[in-house]
């Protein structure tokens, strides 16, 4: 059962499309005009982007040179309160990792989403040194139980964030959303677990994710997370006997990566030559 759990939540190099094959990753300016996120996130572009600053109260961008710094005024509007809400409660500061691209769209690798400007990676912890940070792993990739890392101060961030109207989903590795279910035994003491949701990988970072604006009509939301804490879906994850439903999951989840899938015709304006 161990194996098969390790296994399963190996992160694997995919491979990607280069920057030339996606001109998404060409464009270095946001498209202009009042902000909008268009389509879904995973199909789906930015209008009116607005870039992260590198650092600022609580917060720093951790790879800049990947240049995917931009996401919705509301994105940017969040990261930016979370990290100050962090900095007051001296959880640490507040290392933010991918935004998307200027104008969204689908990223050449790393992602299936972060196309619409409603998604950012966190990191749970920084470490490392500021030349060199690192981002500890919070799951042990032997025994697949929490490390050190998983921390009070790391749980207290992870419910800021998810108490945040602005935000529709979290997602963190399966081992942290069941760590959690048991360290709050009752159903009012975890009712915030609601959007935490549990996804491949996200052992190192956390997955912030925003409902759609109400100034972005053509935004396509994502199906609701049904009623409850999600703690009782926390079998499927590691249930032997959902072992092949969830490989078959896992592999449609790996052919998005790195993918163009299909844009609505705004999107494709925008990258018209």
């Not at 035994?185 to 912030?208: M, Y």
């Not at 609505?264 to 018209?272: D, F, G, S, Y």
């Amino acid at each position: 059962m161990a194996r098969l759990a390790v296994a399963l939540f190996l992160v694997v190099a995919l491979p990607c499309a280069s920057a030339e094959e996606n001109p998404w990753a060409a464009l270095a300016t946001p498209a202009p005009g009042p902000a909008r996120a268009v389509g879904g996130y995973s199909a789906g572009c930015l209008i009116g982007g607005e870039a992260l600053p590198l650092t600022g109260d609580g917060w720093r961008i951790m790879a800049p040179q990947r240049g995917r710094l931009y996401g919705h005024p509301q994105l940017v509007a969040a990261i930016r309160a979370l990290a100050s809400a962090a900095r007051a409660e001296h959880l640490g500061l507040l290392g933010v990792g991918d935004l998307g691209q200027p104008r969204g769209g689908p990223a050449p690798s790393g992602h299936a989403s972060h196309q619409s400007g409603l998604d950012v990676d966190l990191w749970y912890v920084v470490g490392g040194t500021r030349r060199k940070p690192s981002a500890p792993s919070l799951v042990d990739g032997k025994t697949l139980e929490p490390t050190r890392y998983l921390g009070a101060k790391v749980v207290r961030l992870l419910e800021l964030a998810a108490t945040d109207e602005r935000v529709a989903r979290l997602f963190v590795h399966p081992s942290i959303k069941r760590a959690l279910c048991s360290r709050f035994p009752t159903p009012e003491s975890r009712a915030w677990l609601h959007k935490v949701r549990p996804w491949w990988g996200h052992d190192h970072h956390f997955h912030l994710r925003l409902a759609c604006p109400a100034d972005s009509p053509e935004c396509v939301p994502q199906e609701e997370i049904a009623p409850g804490d999600g703690c009782e879906e926390m079998t499927f994850w590691f249930s032997e006997a959902t072992s092949e439903e969830r490989d078959k999951q896992r592999a449609e989840y790996k052919k998005r990566v790195g993918a163009r899938p299909p844009l609505p015709e705004t999107c494709q304006a925008l990258v018209a030559p």
